[in-house]
């Protein structure tokens, strides 16, 4: 029997639950608006490593501990984990989890990463692969800068479109049974080229992959975005969310008061200098694991829209002056009374 609905979404009948999770992040997003919701901040950017990749790997372990300590569960009753970072071949995640023990499966999906291993770990839960499993993702701003751009010590310039790649790592644990939040529905995206070609400029270049998935998920459930008490994107940013606010009004449709970004919404914009806003595969994690589900939690949403975005670039391609495609992943998350 099939789960699909329409062309790219699918329901999950067990509705895997969120049994726990956690949000590890740095100093300045520690100094941000969800400094409260956050389950550890890290005053030293090194986290106690000697480079900034090993303070990355750091990060990801903490997180994934701290989800596994919430549930009570240690980290070998998992039944594996579905991680994944910005670094080339993913090395943060790999060498996290390299002495865990467990069964590892790394995704790279760039930003959106949190929504597709999410995605993939509710999809191994509902068809019954296994019963406890955890979706780990984060980045590092110091790590990325210097894989992406340049090294710190060069003090370049940033544009205003440029966004500020997060210190973050957010970790949720999935099962069969427990909570009161579940995974009803999942919606993959599809690659989206709109011929973006500026790495200062990633707003523009996902913001229409997020319009292409969005617009599958309302198409194939029938759903209009009222039907949701908060729709999340991440991380467009500034530029990138009133980007596809516009493509949706083309069409008639409004994505309502509802409509946030995490890009937009991890950083004061008026007392720290982020340009567009946050980015990075720790953005939309340490939102959701330190902001949207806590709320969720407290009653504030009972179904909420999350839709991770990413620009799907590599230093590489960047330098041989490729556009840069887009992806979206979306899923739905339901509070139960």
């Given at each position: 029997?099939?789960?699909k609905?329409?062309?790219?979404?699918?329901a999950?009948?067990?509705?895997?639950?969120?049994?726990?999770?956690?949000?590890?992040?740095?100093?300045?997003?520690?100094?941000?608006?969800?400094?409260?919701?956050?389950?550890?901040i890290?005053?030293?950017?090194?986290?106690?490593?000697?480079?900034w990749?090993?303070?990355e790997?750091?990060?990801?372990?903490?997180?994934?501990t701290?989800?596994?300590?919430?549930?009570?569960?240690?980290?070998?009753?998992?039944?594996?984990?579905?991680?994944?970072?910005?670094?080339?071949?993913?090395?943060?995640?790999s060498?996290?989890?390299?002495?865990s023990?467990?069964?590892?499966?790394?995704?790279?999906?760039?930003?959106?990463?949190?929504?597709?291993?999410?995605?993939?770990?509710?999809?191994?839960?509902?068809?019954?692969?296994?019963?406890?499993?955890?979706?780990?993702?984060?980045?590092?701003?110091?790590?990325?800068?210097?894989?992406?751009r340049?090294?710190?010590?060069?003090?370049?310039?940033?544009?205003?479109?440029?966004q500020w790649?997060?210190?973050?790592?957010?970790?949720?644990?999935?099962?069969?049974?427990?909570?009161?939040?579940r995974?009803?529905?999942?919606?993959?995206?599809?690659?989206?080229d709109?011929g973006?070609?500026?790495?200062?400029?990633?707003?523009?270049?996902?913001?229409?992959?997020?319009?292409?998935?969005?617009?599958?998920?309302?198409?194939?459930?029938?759903?209009?975005?009222?039907?949701?008490?908060?729709?999340?994107?991440?991380?467009?940013?500034?530029?990138?969310?009133?980007?596809?606010?516009?493509?949706?009004?083309?069409?008639?449709?409004?994505?309502?008061?509802?409509?946030?970004?995490?890009?937009?919404?991890?950083y004061?914009?008026?007392?720290?200098?982020?340009?567009?806003?946050?980015?990075?595969?720790?953005?939309?994690?340490?939102?959701?694991?330190?902001?949207?589900?806590p709320?969720?939690?407290?009653?504030?949403?009972?179904?909420?829209?999350?839709?991770?975005?990413?620009?799907?670039?590599?230093?590489?391609s960047?330098m041989?002056?490729?556009?840069?495609?887009g992806i979206?992943?979306?899923l739905?998350?339901?509070?139960?009374?």
């Open positions: 029997m099939t789960k609905i329409g062309r790219q979404t699918a999950l009948p067990s509705a895997p639950a969120v049994l726990s999770y956690a949000a590890v992040v740095g100093k300045k997003e520690g100094e941000g608006p969800f400094r409260d919701g956050f389950d550890r890290s005053q030293d950017s090194y986290f106690g490593q000697e480079s990749e090993k303070a790997s750091q990060m990801l372990w903490q997180c994934f701290l989800a596994c300590g919430k549930a009570r569960l240690s980290p070998s009753s998992l039944d594996g984990i579905f991680a994944g970072d910005l670094l080339n071949q993913c090395v943060a995640s060498f996290a989890m390299k002495d023990g467990l069964p590892y499966l790394g995704v790279y999906g760039a930003c959106s990463t949190i929504a597709e291993t999410l995605i993939l770990a509710s999809m191994a839960v509902d068809g019954g692969f296994a019963e406890r499993v955890c979706a780990v993702t984060g980045s590092h701003f110091c790590s990325a800068e210097r894989q992406y340049f090294p710190l010590e060069y003090g370049g310039q940033r544009t205003p479109s440029s790649t997060v210190t973050g790592s957010g970790a949720v644990v999935l099962g069969t049974d427990g909570g009161c939040l995974v009803r529905l999942v919606t993959p995206g599809r690659i989206v709109a973006i070609r500026d790495p200062n400029c990633m707003g523009a270049a996902m913001a229409p992959a997020a319009y292409d998935t969005l617009r599958a998920h309302f198409a194939d459930t029938g759903r209009s975005p009222g039907d949701y008490d908060a729709i999340f994107t991440g991380d467009l940013g500034a530029l990138g969310h009133d980007l596809l606010e516009s493509l949706f009004a083309a069409d008639g449709v409004s994505l309502g008061k509802g409509y946030q970004d995490c890009g937009v919404l991890i004061d914009p008026s007392a720290q200098n982020v340009n567009a806003g946050g980015s990075g595969c720790g953005c939309s994690a340490s939102v959701l694991c330190g902001h949207i589900l709320e969720m939690e407290r009653g504030r949403w009972k179904r909420v829209l999350f839709a991770a975005t990413g620009a799907l670039m590599s230093p590489t960047a041989q002056g490729e556009s840069i495609p979206c992943h979306a739905v998350i339901e509070r139960e009374e």
